[in-house]
């Protein structure tokens, strides 16, 4: 689904973000990025589509090079990826129902587009994401009159109504509080499987990320360290990405009053395993 | 290792580090200050002179006329009024590709340099000089005006458009592109939203600059009201001419409450 080869990016300050990186998404997968900050996460997910340029090295989503597209084709290429941004990025000055339905602006002309006459088809897709992820009443709010979490949750609908093929989603739950995290990181898992999305969610929260992921990548100053399941992260790996640091403690920051079944039963796992 | 233990000396470090620099800058200054002041050249008998005259000056504005020269008083009004709504219209029209054009973030190198370069030049004549070439070049009257308003509208609002774009947040701009968004669609989308309410804002603080400025524009022939009080002062009539500017406080006051109403409203 989604191939990176050999991408490298280095920044005019000269600071070299990725070195080299090999990675292969196939179609369905969620897979979580982490690794600490400046490692190269933000800038591995903006290459892919091109928000950042890469330096050189190719990136293939299905059977399109986006590293080799010209401007035009890029816009239509970006179609096919979601994007989902920490702080939500949201335009704050406009409503909801503006913000899901920009996620159509590739799919629609520019008069149309600024006169807010977006095809019918749009405009009920738009109410049906919007119900599912239950913010259907606040249609006409503006976005900077919503909370967090659904702020968050607008994001998420205005990447699906691209109907992408991929979803980039950079720290999802950066700025939210950890119950809400969790329901964001639900939602953006439930969605993917539904709509047999692939992902990658880089994410600094390691937990969530064993919650959630069906393969992290661990990534330290612009290289992989670690690509496997969520149940081969021990300390030791956790050490290579991250340094040295008692890692127990990760797993006991957790309020055990907010967890789901599910959840307490994965944090078993993952206790077991530090033990 | 026992005992009290030893205080530690603290202090903000100062602004500027090389004490040398510092000082001599300090001292500079005061010098040059009070050499400044030194050569002020009052002339104390010419103000106890001065003092009855601009008494009688100021009195002879009242009581201020309004029906004597209520005609031509109406006329000008109205004329400066069309000059204003007219130069701020054109102005910010011909602003919006030149503020467009000389933001960093959105335009090429060589389109940012040229832009800023007509807004450098247009903010380097006041509006006085542009109206007096423009009245040399197309004769006396209120085209020769509302050429110079729009012009120096430019030059004020192009700046101020270029610079709110470039303070952008550029995550919400980010994530527009990322949809696909054409670039005049992310202009619409993502940067229009973000700047429109403090242009609105300021395209109110211009009409109401338009409006004082018709007046200076008028006083050097490019017609409206500023032409109506050149009039009164020649003819000695201050009486006329207190109404003229009783006028204008009038309607400066009126644009400025209003504008600050649009302002709350829009944002």
């Not at chain 1, 179609?27 to 290459?47: D, E, F, H, W, Y």
């Not at chain 1, 986006?66 to 990826?81: D, E, N, P, V, W």
């Not at chain 2, 202009?187 to 229009?192: I, P, S």
């Not at chain 2, 200076?216 to 006329?240: C, K, N, P, Q, W």
């Given at each position: ?13 000269g ?87 920009s ?59 691209q ?106 796992r ?6 | ?18 004490p ?82 000389a ?97 609105i ?8 600059i338009n ?6 524009v ?26 003229i ?23």
């Amino acid at each position: 689904m989604l191939r990176l080869e050999k991408l490298v990016k280095r920044y005019r300050t000269g600071d070299l973000a990725l070195t080299g990186i090999d990675l292969e998404v196939p179609g369905g997968q969620v897979m979580a990025l982490i690794g600490p900050s400046g490692a190269g996460k933000s800038t591995l997910i903006r290459c892919v589509n091109r928000l950042v340029e890469p330096t050189s090295g190719r990136v293939f989503l299905g059977d399109t090079e986006i590293t080799g597209l010209s401007k035009g084709q890029l816009r239509l290429a970006r179609r096919r990826m979601g994007m989902i941004f920490q702080e939500y990025a949201l335009v704050e000055r406009l409503t909801v129902m503006e913000n899901v339905l920009s996620g159509r602006l590739g799919y629609t002309g520019f008069w149309r587009s600024y006169f807010r006459k977006f095809p019918q088809r749009d405009i009920n897709e738009a109410f049906r994401l919007l119900e599912r992820v239950s913010l259907d009443h606040m249609a006409d709010k503006r976005a900077d009159e919503l909370s967090g979490g659904q702020r968050q949750r607008v994001g998420i609908a205005r990447a699906l109504i691209q109907e992408p093929e991929l979803l980039l989603v950079d720290e999802p739950t950066a700025s939210l509080d950890p119950k809400t995290s969790r329901q964001i990181m639900r939602l953006i898992c439930e969605l993917c499987e539904e709509r047999e999305l692939a992902a990658i969610i880089n994410i600094h929260d390691v937990l969530l990320a064993e919650m959630f992921a069906e393969r992290i990548v661990g990534l330290q100053a612009g290289t992989i360290v670690y690509d496997g399941p969520p149940d081969r992260l021990g300390p030791d790996v956790l050490t290579t990405i991250y340094g040295e640091e008692d890692w127990t403690a990760t797993i006991d920051k957790v309020d055990e009053d907010e967890l789901t079944e599910e959840e307490l039963r994965e944090r078993e796992r993952l206790m077991s395993r530090a033990s | 290792m026992n005992g009290a233990p030893v205080d530690r000396h603290w202090r903000r470090p100062p602004f500027i580090a090389n004490p040398l620099l510092r000082w001599s800058l300090f001292v500079g200054a005061g010098v040059y200050l009070a050499l400044a002041f030194g050569t002020i050249d009052v002339d104390w008998p010419r103000i106890a002179d001065g003092v009855p005259r601009g008494q009688r000056f100021i009195a002879s504005f009242f009581p201020p006329d309004f029906t004597s020269r209520a005609g031509e008083i109406f006329e000008g009004i109205y004329e400066s009024l069309w000059m204003t709504v007219t130069s701020t219209v054109v102005g910010i029209a011909l602003s919006i590709p030149v503020g467009l054009g000389a933001a960093r973030n959105l335009s090429p190198r060589v389109v940012y340099l040229a832009c800023r370069a007509i807004v450098a030049v247009s903010r380097t004549f006041p509006e006085v000089i542009l109206a007096i070439f423009f009245v040399k070049l197309f004769g006396f009257g209120p085209f020769a005006g509302f050429l110079a308003l729009s012009l120096a509208t430019v030059g004020f609002y192009g700046k101020l458009l270029a610079e709110d774009i470039e303070d952008m947040d550029p995550v919400q701009a980010e994530a527009v592109r990322a949809t696909g968004a054409s670039w005049w669609q992310w202009l619409v989308y993502a940067v229009l939203p973000q700047v429109l309410p403090r242009m609105i804002g300021l395209g109110l603080y211009r009409f109401d600059i338009n409006f004082r400025e018709s007046a200076v524009v008028g006083i050097v022939g490019g017609g409206g009201i500023g032409a109506t009080l050149l009039t009164a002062f020649d003819r000695y009539e201050f009486d006329s001419a207190a109404a003229i500017l009783l006028i204008i406080i009038g309607i400066v006051m009126a644009v400025e409450y209003t504008s600050g109403f649009v302002r709350k409203w829009v944002q």
